[in-house]
């Protein structure tokens, strides 16, 4: 009996649309622009023989194929991935810092960061995010107090950030890399959304081009390879080989990838830089050009409205009623409609899309917005406009629609719009021990979830996606963090924990 190939060949069988990751979109730009290499993959699964090079020792193919990437970024040198953006990250600190060094990170960081802390010992110095107050995103971190940091601590080795955002949201990195360039720190820049920056200045710049040191981008979220599939670049500076120890992370890497690295990895990875090389640009802009149409389309809805973000691409719909959540909409899309976000949060879907997507992909979400807002605008019945507060507190004028439920008009003002159920808004500064030292710690018992407030965690707790940790090993647990756990358990999955039913978790008695 087969369990994982049936279920997914039903799944991908029932014409979804893709709106999420991978790039390829289920294999339809594959299969329109390399019609034989996606029909004859299981003979491309092959390994280290005469002709087919090796990635750990590349020199022939893999070589070159991994030169026409580097000359699509301008890097100084780009490493295939095929252990994802993870292992990037992972060699990248681990190979740069050493136990104990001083790293200043960004806190709404992938797990994958904070992995790579107690791998290397590295001691984080976690700077929080701007939060936009209307949107309550994260807008990444003000230069001006990573300058206060570095100006500080003299003994800082490097500053980790993660640029563009799942929602599209991208730094100025040029003010940060600015900094780094002055204070001799190394700067690595989580890129995992970033990869098709490239293909058109509409876009943001990568982070290489405004002075990263080193990058790590997951090719298959955007562009069109293979799942796992990602890169890892360095910066083509003039006194890079200086700043960066690149023979210590070719070591890392040879060290935490797979020493039987996949072909149908590193053929998909080439396969998507002969197609953003070739028609790349041309498919950007047909994308570009469908976005723009369906957000011109429905700017005056009274149901939804669209995230205003640095990265087109990433279409986020925020709803602006209550009765209609992201969980809903999500469901909706999905269920009758057979469109797939790439996720939800409380008040929207994400939407990820790329140029594997073409015009019928965008039809059908034009369709069924449409549906949406006949259900849920209540057949155009009058609405109630939000009257300003009369206390001194700036309050936001959100229209909301008046049926047999809604009873009564509700006034939004910047307190009310801080408490959403929204990760970013219950980051906060209690850093007790180091990932590391919490992680290995012997003194430990499990409580619970519940009674914990105060206590030292031991454990992760990530809504996933986006796979940013709300409390990492060695944080205080407040409880923020325990309320979101409680009220978001049904609607968002939530990992990290040992306990799969999220009630208990393991804290430190240090």
Same mark, same amino acid.
């Given at each position: ?13 029932? @014409? ?19 019609? @034989? ?20 020792? %590349? ?31 992972? %060699? ?19 797990? %994958? ?24 995103? *994260? ?10 940091? &570095? ?13 563009? *955002? ?121 994308? &570009? ?8 389309? #429905? ?5 939804? @409205? ?55 992909? #965008?039809?059908? &979400? ?71 030292? %919490? ?72």
């Amino acid at each position: 009996m087969e369990y994982i190939y049936p279920k997914i060949k039903q799944i991908t069988d029932n @014409e979804e649309v893709s709106f999420h990751v991978p790039g390829h979109k289920n294999g339809k730009i594959l299969l329109k622009y390399e019609e @034989e290499y996606a029909k004859e993959l299981y003979k491309i699964d092959t390994t280290e023989i005469n002709g087919t090079d090796d990635l750990h020792d %590349a020199k022939e193919i893999i070589m070159h194929s991994q030169i026409r990437a580097s000359k699509l970024y301008n890097s100084y040198k780009t490493y295939f991935l095929v252990n994802g953006t993870t292992v990037g990250i992972l %060699a990248s600190i681990m190979s740069q810092f050493k136990e104990n060094d001083k790293v200043v990170v960004q806190r709404d960081c992938h797990k %994958a960061v904070i992995n790579g802390l107690i791998l290397s010992g590295a001691r984080p110095i976690y700077i929080y995010p701007k939060i936009d107050k209307r949107t309550n995103l *994260s807008l990444g971190i003000e230069s001006l107090k990573l300058e206060e940091i &570095l100006k500080k601590d003299k003994d800082i080795k490097g500053v980790i950030i993660s640029s563009p *955002s799942y929602y599209g949201i991208a730094q100025d990195i040029s003010k940060i890399s600015k900094l780094t360039d002055e204070y001799k720190k190394i700067l690595i820049v989580d890129e995992a959304h970033g990869a098709h920056s490239i293909l058109d200045d509409k876009l943001p710049k990568t982070s290489l081009e405004q002075g990263a040191d080193i990058s790590i981008m997951s090719i298959h979220k955007t562009l069109p390879s293979f799942t796992q599939s990602s890169v890892l670049h360095i910066n083509n500076k003039e006194d890079i080989t200086k700043k960066i120890d690149i023979d210590r992370l070719c070591m890392y890497l040879k060290m935490l990838q797979s020493s039987s690295p996949s072909y149908l990895l590193m053929t998909s990875l080439d396969k998507a830089f002969k197609i953003a090389e070739q028609k790349g640009k041309f498919l950007m802009s047909k994308l &570009l050009k469908e976005i723009k149409k369906i957000k011109e389309y #429905f700017k005056n809805n009274n149901v939804f @409205e669209f995230l205003d973000n640095d990265d087109m691409t990433k279409i986020y719909i925020k709803t602006k009623i209550n009765s209609l959540n992201g969980k809903k909409m999500h469901d909706i899309l999905e269920g009758r409609y057979n469109i797939i976000p790439e996720f939800h949060d409380e008040k929207g879907v994400l939407l990820v899309t790329s140029i594997g997507n073409d015009e019928k992909d #965008f039809s059908k &979400l034009k369709r069924a917005l449409e549906e949406i807002i006949k259900e849920y605008d209540i057949k155009n019945k009058s609405k109630i406009e939000v009257k300003a507060s009369k206390t001194n507190q700036k309050t936001k004028k959100i229209k909301i629609n008046q049926n047999d439920k809604i009873k009564e008009s509700k006034e939004y003002n910047e307190d009310e719009l801080k408490k959403e159920k929204n990760i970013f808004n219950i980051l906060d500064d209690n850093l007790v021990l180091t990932p590391k030292e %919490a992680f290995n710690t012997k003194s430990k018992q499990i409580i619970k979830l519940k009674d914990s407030v105060n206590q030292i965690s031991n454990e992760f707790i990530i809504p996933y996606p986006p796979g940013i940790p709300i409390l990492v090993p060695g944080e205080r647990i407040t409880k923020a963090i325990i309320d979101y756990v409680i009220s978001n358990k049904d609607t968002i999955n939530i990992l990290g924990l040992k306990d799969d039913t999220n009630t208990n978790i393991e804290v430190s008695n240090s």
